[in-house]
């Protein structure tokens, strides 16, 4: 079975401090996505990341996908307010898709 | 979550009953899945269909149904509810979003609104 770990499970800061969730595996994914999900709403997709190391950006957020393609990094640089929702990661390999458990970040104005 | 519509979003059922939700896409996509969400537990797969007239297990499928008889339509059927059967529904279509990603193997989805179901 493969698992993805995210950590961490609950994030509440104050707006415009920067954070970082992570998502982990022993098993090595063929693509990683990341979700943000608001309430009352279905996650909708941020980026899709496939090659090792690979780093993009969506304005305030970092995404990296790590180099032994097991692991992902999703920074946010100076929270706002509306950032606030869960964020899951999914990950793919041979074709199975696994979704992380989510982190619930909340930011306070 | 344009293109992917879920009813009912909401329902309380009584333990023993059934009911049906009901996915529709207007994007004429082959893959089309059924997910649970629970606290802590992220999403997990209930069933999928990779074409119309197809449908696979997922990783928890017990105690539903599912049927694919319109490629539009992806049908979730609970056919004697449970307690444990109380979750957050969410029906995604498989969405390649640019041309590398079709040769990448990654799976996009993208998400209905959600159905939440409460069985008492």
């Known amino acids: 079975t493969q698992l993805l770990e995210q950590s961490p499970q609950f994030l509440s800061i104050q707006e415009g401090e920067n954070l970082t969730v992570y998502c982990n595996s022993s098993?090595?994914?063929?693509?990683l996505q990341w979700y943000r999900q608001e309430p009352g709403e279905g996650p909708v997709l941020l980026v899709t990341?496939?090659?090792?190391?690979e780093v993009k950006k969506l304005k305030r957020l970092t995404f990296q996908f790590g180099d032994a393609r097991k692991d992902s990094s999703l920074h946010i640089t100076a929270a706002q307010p509306g950032d606030t929702g869960l964020y899951l990661c999914?990950?793919?390999?041979?074709?199975?898709?696994?979704f992380g458990q989510g982190t619930i970040l909340t930011v306070h104005p | 979550n344009a293109g992917v519509t879920q009813t009912p979003k909401f329902r309380v059922l009584k333990t023993g009953q059934s009911m049906t939700l009901l996915c529709a896409q207007d994007?004429?996509?082959?893959?089309m899945y059924w997910y649970r969400q629970d606290p802590g537990m992220g999403l997990r797969l209930i069933h999928y269909?990779?074409?119309?007239?197809?449908?696979a297990k997922g990783e928890v499928p017990d105690g539903y149904n599912v049927s694919r008889l319109k490629k539009q339509n992806f049908l979730l059927g609970l056919e004697s509810a449970a307690p444990s059967q109380t979750s957050v529904y969410f029906c995604?279509?498989?969405?390649?979003?640019?041309?590398?990603?079709?040769?990448?193997?990654?799976?996009?989805?993208?998400f209905g609104a959600g159905s939440r179901l409460t069985v008492l």
């Open positions: 999914a990950a793919t390999s041979y074709g199975k898709l696994t």
């Open positions: 098993s090595v994914f063929s693509s």
């Open positions: 990341v496939v090659t090792g190391g």
């Open positions: 994007m004429n996509h082959e893959y």
């Open positions: 269909s990779v074409g119309e007239g197809t449908t």
């Open positions: 995604a279509v498989k969405t390649p979003r640019d041309r590398g990603l079709l040769f990448s193997g990654a799976n996009v989805l993208t």
